[in-house]
């Protein structure tokens, strides 16, 4: 059972920046893709970005792209999502998530992990 607690979220102004981190409690954790997931208010759960085990392929959101950079470091068991340029349609709960089979996936039914959330409010 792979245990994840996010941080690093907070109460930022638009065009303001945020590190999110995702620590895992396995040492298996450089076996797992991971993505980062958001969730709005009154919204689906949408996918944010993700990373493959290595680290060697990521994945965005077209919403996110060029403004979010996903990296991780297996050494820490720590995935990381910068956030640059934030606007407020960025605010939501963000979650990160492992998954043990794909290389990096973009629907959420593939992970088998998930952390509790930390919140980001972006205001204008």
């Known amino acids: 059972q792979v245990q994840l607690v996010e941080s690093g979220g907070g109460l930022v102004q638009a065009g303001g920046s945020l590190r999110l981190s995702c620590v895992a409690s396995?040492?298996?954790?450089?076996?797992?893709?991971m993505g980062w997931f958001r969730q709005a208010p009154g919204k689906e759960r949408e996918f944010v970005a993700a990373i493959s085990w290595s680290g060697g392929s990521t994945y965005y959101a077209d919403s996110v792209k060029g403004r979010f950079t996903i990296s991780r470091d297996n050494a820490k068991n720590t995935v990381y999502l910068r956030m640059n340029t934030l606007n407020p349609e960025d605010t939501a709960v963000y979650y990160c998530a492992a998954d043990q089979v794909s290389s990096g996936s973009r629907d959420a039914y593939e992970y088998d992990y998930w952390g509790q959330g930390t919140q980001v409010t972006v205001s204008p």
């Open positions: 396995e040492r298996t954790f450089s076996y797992y893709a």
